[in-house]
């Protein structure tokens, strides 16, 4: 989903929304987003809350990338339970966990090595694929703000753990979702 097509669905849902909206709390119902930032992640996101201070939420994420002979494609999907505060309100804070796999693919087309380039490692002497998985545990800090009962928009941060090739990385994201 591109930034702009999610960009016209939260306008039309903050139009919208509130004329359908009920005497219903923050939050009720299966919620749909996705990422706006950062762009170009293709993340799409459902959450749901079960009981007053958890929900669970399932993300799934799509990205190509195809250009001059060279390719990427990245495919994850992950899970989380989100421990909330202050259900009753139009701000509420989060803390919780994730789970993820990711797979990365890719390829480089086919081109004549440059013997000046000095770069370590540089493989563009006839192209070649790399590929990998990795699994990740994530730790998010955040808070998500409804504009309507609704309509919200969530801030968070995160500080990942990756396996398959390890690594420690810090997340952060801006997403928006729409509660059915």
């Known amino acids: 989903m591109s930034f702009r097509t999610l960009m016209v669905l939260v306008v039309i849902s903050s139009l919208l929304f509130p004329l359908l909206a009920a005497a219903q709390s923050y939050g009720d119902g299966f919620a749909v987003g996705g990422i706006l930032l950062p762009s170009g992640t293709g993340t799409i996101i459902g959450k749901t809350r079960l009981g007053d201070n958890m929900a669970l939420e399932v993300a799934l ?9 060279n390719s990427s494609s990245d495919i994850g999907f992950g899970a989380g339970v989100l421990f909330l505060n202050g259900t009753d309100s139009k701000f ?8 993820s796999i990711g797979h990365t693919s890719g390829g480089v087309g086919g081109y004549e090595f440059d013997p000046s380039d000095w770069r370590d490692g540089d493989e563009r002497d006839g192209g070649g694929d790399d590929s990998h998985t990795t699994f ?25 753990m990756y396996f398959g090739s390890f690594s420690l990385a810090t997340e952060t ?4 979702f729409i509660y059915l």
């Open 136 to 160: 990740g545990i994530i730790g998010v800090f955040g808070a998500e703000y409804f504009i309507t009962k609704r309509l919200s928009i969530e801030g968070e941060v995160g500080l990942g």
């Open 173 to 176: 994201a801006v997403a928006g």
């Open 61 to 69: 994420s799509l990205s190509t990338w195809s250009d001059s002979g």
């Open 92 to 99: 509420q804070p989060y803390w919780g966990g994730r789970v």
